[in-house]
């Protein structure tokens, strides 16, 4: 194992000196916090990764779960993690007050989660997924439900889920078929199939709390008739007991990676006894879920960057301590071999690493931000956070999932051979995090959803708000002579980005929304690129103000990295645009005409 799987440094550059999140205290809702508070919690966090999670991350994979006899067995330091979560607070720590919470601003709760995600992503998810669906039942459902289901949640006792995918109707949920018939006492029976449960159900907890889509009869077609349920695996009688609900565990999938968690087939209802508990109003639950799967989407984007930055300081530690080969200037073959990190292409592929994970993690801080900016404003400039948001959380989904994997594959090459055994955490690494780009919305629904959906909303507002803030930052780093040419290329970049926006609209209103959408991908990912470059280009000037300013000591070398990492993104991967846009701006509609039947010998 390796000795660091992330940079305090890092956290703490991004949280004060880029994002300046001392500015939320100003707020009368984040007023009792300060920046020595802040520290703490993120020191706790870190002993907590290092102590409890970090330490059987390669065992969790080792010994994934097993269904036996009917029950998911998981490793027994899950029930310890979990309740050691709740007991310091971790599990609601961005819950108000008023629920029993500490209210810290999401930036700081997001810093903390990512931390964990980095000591061990599959440990994480099990009280990630428990928050979600509590936080769907503090703001959706009764003061009984939450009353019920809450405390013992909160407490770490008992695991919550979301429940959407059906074997015929995974991202298409207004296909799906579970129904729920109304009973005469204020209940729901339930009968169907879920698959693809992350931690449906598992014997670290005494309880699972399913968050349940399905369908009334009668309801309307498709995804308006779609309703939210409570679906307790146990159901509570009058006498406060527990009895089986009729939800069974039919299977567990056996994963490439993610393996520490178990992910379920349910069978739900097969004796026609299966209670389901309404959440809100009939017919509003792909509304309500999409709350829960919202955060998922940005939480998917801080699991994928956190296992990219472990992979990346698992693999520079590797290129620090490897010797092997000499300096090409250097003849002389009895001279003692240079660690590989001398060698400019070994540099180049940790050039790549750092710039993919921390350009991700400076994104994720920026959302965060967002968020809590979200709780303290009002009117106008509430909704220019939102739209904010909206636009961006296809970006801060897929663009970590998928250069995550890309980063990754680099901290292997940089490994050699070493870096395709299991001597060495970068394969687990890898396998973790290919199943970002496809649960939470496949990387192909991101990019209809930014192309289709987001730059469009509001008559174009969201896309216009980010131009602006944007166009904001690059005359920002105008003013610095040193970064003045970075940000004319960025101006240049999100300028292309606009008429080729304007382009593909055209395409829509000429062609129809098959052909308009054909290549979003290609679009999700030129957005991409575009924004991360801007979120370099915003490290970059704080970075360059702290070299301007009398940085001294290892903060130069830290700083100097930075300047050094921007460079590398805008000369290296900021390019990549202009093949994006050359395809982009064909329209000859070849993967919309090819047939079937055109791929058959």
């Known amino acids: 194992m390796a000795k660091r799987f992330m940079s305090e440094r890092n956290m703490k550059f991004l949280l004060y000196e880029v994002f300046d999140c001392e500015s939320l205290t100003q707020f009368n809702y984040y007023k009792d916090h ?7 919690v993120i020191k706790e966090a870190v002993n907590l990764g290092k102590d409890l999670l970090y330490p059987i991350y390669e065992e969790m994979d080792r010994k ?18 979990n309740r050691e979560f709740a007991a ?28 964990f995600q980095c000591a061990n992503f599959s440990a994480s998810v099990y009280t990630g997924l428990t928050g979600g669906a509590a936080h769907l039942i503090e703001t959706f459902g009764s003061k009984e439900q939450y009353d019920t289901y809450i405390p013992p949640m909160r407490t770490g006792t008992w695991q919550g889920t979301m429940a959407l995918t059906e074997p015929e109707a995974g991202s298409s949920l207004g296909d799906i078929s579970t129904i729920a018939e109304p009973a005469d006492d204020g209940y729901y029976l339930i009968k169907g199939q879920k698959i693809f449960i992350s931690a449906g159900d598992h014997d670290a907890a005494d309880n699972i709390v399913h968050l349940l889509l399905a369908k009334i009869p009668g309801s309307p077609p498709g995804v308006k008739g779609i309703s939210l349920f409570i679906v307790p695996k146990k159901r509570i009688e009058p006498d406060g007991s527990l009895v089986a609900n009729d939800v069974v565990t039919s299977g567990v999938y056996h994963k490439l990676g993610y393996r520490g968690c178990p992910i ?14 309404l959440v809100g109003e009939a017919n509003h639950g792909l509304k309500y879920m999409f709350q829960m799967m919202n955060g998922a989407r940005i939480g998917v984007g801080l699991s994928a960057t956190a296992l990219a930055t472990a992979a990346y300081y698992a693999s520079l530690e590797y290129t620090q301590t490897r010797k092997q ?15 590989i990190i001398e060698h400019a292409d070994v540099k180049r592929m940790l050039l790549f690493q750092k710039a993919v994970s921390e350009g991700s993690q400076s994104l994720l801080l920026l959302c965060t931000k967002y968020t809590d900016l979200l709780l303290v404003t009002t009117g106008e400039e509430r909704e220019k956070y939102n739209l904010l948001l909206e636009v961006l959380t296809p970006i801060v989904k897929s663009y970590p999932s998928e250069m995550g994997i890309l980063s990754i594959s680099q901290g292997l090459q940089c490994l050699g051979g070493s870096g395709f055994c299991d001597d060495y955490p970068l394969e687990q690494y890898y396998r973790d995090c290919r199943i970002h780009p496809i649960h939470e919305g496949t990387t192909g629904i991101q990019g209809m959803d930014l192309l289709g959906r987001k730059v469009l909303m509001k008559n174009g507002k969201a896309f216009e708000l980010y131009n602006s803030e944007l166009f904001g930052t690059i005359e920002k780093a105008k003013r610095l002579p040193e970064l003045l040419p970075l940000a004319v290329e960025l101006e240049n970049a999100l300028t292309d980005l606009q008429a080729i926006t304007g382009h593909l609209v055209t395409i829509a209103q000429q062609q129809g929304p098959e052909s308009f959408l054909a290549d979003s991908v290609l679009y999700l990912e030129l957005f991409g690129i575009v924004t991360i470059a801007w979120q370099w280009l915003m490290q970059g000037m704080a970075a360059q103000n702290a070299l301007n300013t009398g940085a001294k000591g290892k903060d130069v070398n830290f700083y100097e990295g930075k300047i050094y990492t921007l460079r590398y993104f805008y000369g290296y991967e900021l390019p990549k645009r202009l093949g994006l846009l050359k395809r982009l701006k064909d329209s000859d509609n070849l993967t919309v005409e090819m047939s079937p039947d055109h791929f058959m010998d």
């Open 264 to 277: 379920v087939q349910l069978g739900i209802g097969d004796k026609n006894d299966c209670r389901g508990f």
């Open 34 to 40: 300060n920046r020595k508070m802040f520290d703490l």
């Open 325 to 339: 080969g000499r300096k090409l200037d250097q003849k002389d073959p009895t001279k003692p071999p240079v660690p």
């Open 64 to 81: 994934p779960p097993e269904l036996v006899n009917g029950e998911v067995k998981v490793h027994p330091k899950v029930r310890s993690i």
């Open 88 to 115: 310091g607070g971790w599990m609601t720590s961005r819950t108000p007050y008023e629920h029993g919470g500490e209210q810290l601003p999401a930036m700081v709760a997001g810093l903390c989660e990512f931390i």
